[in-house]
């Protein structure tokens, strides 16, 4: 299967880790980026190649994949973060999206 | 700085084309494939297919096969998306996206959205 499930949504206070998750067969031998979008906005990427940070990225932002799960971590979350975000991977059948997280900061 | 300008909105009726351009700069244009993603009203992200914008080379979705043609003019650094025979579950916002790398097939500049509306 070709298929990234998330988490509809998750919720985080101001300061607290968020961590969001992706999950698939595909991520076993593929790598995952991730991007968030803002309402009314373009997604952006935050993370590539399951771990790297695009230039202009904080810092918190940090990305892992081990085991067909791939995971999300922002440290110290702000309110700024609040978005949705989405992962994303490939095989040869093409481009796959996870269905998107609503992060909630709360 | 990389910029991906697209087309203005369309209103089309099902059974009808429409043809979406993503006009580049800021950057070397043959160097990098092109994404197509989109999104309908509400939903999440939807992966249309790839250009190679060095030959001209293109994959797209199972889904649109037959039905999508994706093309490119080196000369204007511009890429374009067609899709023919329209129905209402094609309204959507279209993105173009540069391929930031082979490895991730991950996209690292997007364009501003064009929406597609499809009603009678």
């Known amino acids: 299967s070709n298929e990234l499930t998330q988490p509809p949504s998750v919720s985080v206070s101001p300061g607290q880790t968020a961590s969001i998750t992706c999950s698939g067969d595909?991520?076993?031998?593929?790598?995952a980026s991730w991007y968030q979008q803002k309402p009314g906005q373009s997604p952006m990427m935050v993370i590539y190649?399951?771990?790297k940070r695009p230039s202009g990225i904080p810092e918190r932002f940090s990305g892992s994949n081990s085991g067909n799960i791939a995971t999300l971590t922002i440290s110290g979350t702000q309110a700024m973060d609040e978005a949705d975000y989405y992962c994303?991977?490939?095989?040869?059948?093409?481009?796959?999206f996870g269905g998107g997280t609503k992060l909630t900061v709360l | 700085q990389v910029q991906l300008v697209q087309s203005g909105a369309e209103v089309k009726k099902p059974g009808a084309s429409v043809k979406v351009s993503c006009k580049t700069s800021?950057?070397?244009?043959?160097?990098?494939?092109m994404h197509w993603v989109r999104q309908a009203p509400g939903q999440g992200l939807e992966w249309v297919g790839i250009i190679k914008t060095s030959a001209g080379s293109t994959t797209y979705a199972q889904k649109f096969q037959g039905r999508l043609t994706m093309t490119r003019d080196t000369s204007t650094s511009t890429v374009y998306m067609e899709l023919s025979s329209l129905r209402s579950e094609d309204t959507a916002v279209y993105y173009c996206?540069?391929?930031?790398?082979?490895?991730?097939?991950?996209?690292?500049?997007w364009g501003n959205g064009t929406t597609v509306t499809v009603s009678s």
């Open positions: 996206a540069r391929r930031g790398s082979a490895l991730g097939q991950d996209m690292d500049v």
């Open positions: 190649q399951d771990n």
């Open positions: 595909i991520l076993g031998d593929r790598s």
């Open positions: 994303q991977a490939w095989d040869t059948s093409g481009v796959v």
């Open positions: 800021g950057y070397t244009f043959t160097n990098y494939y």
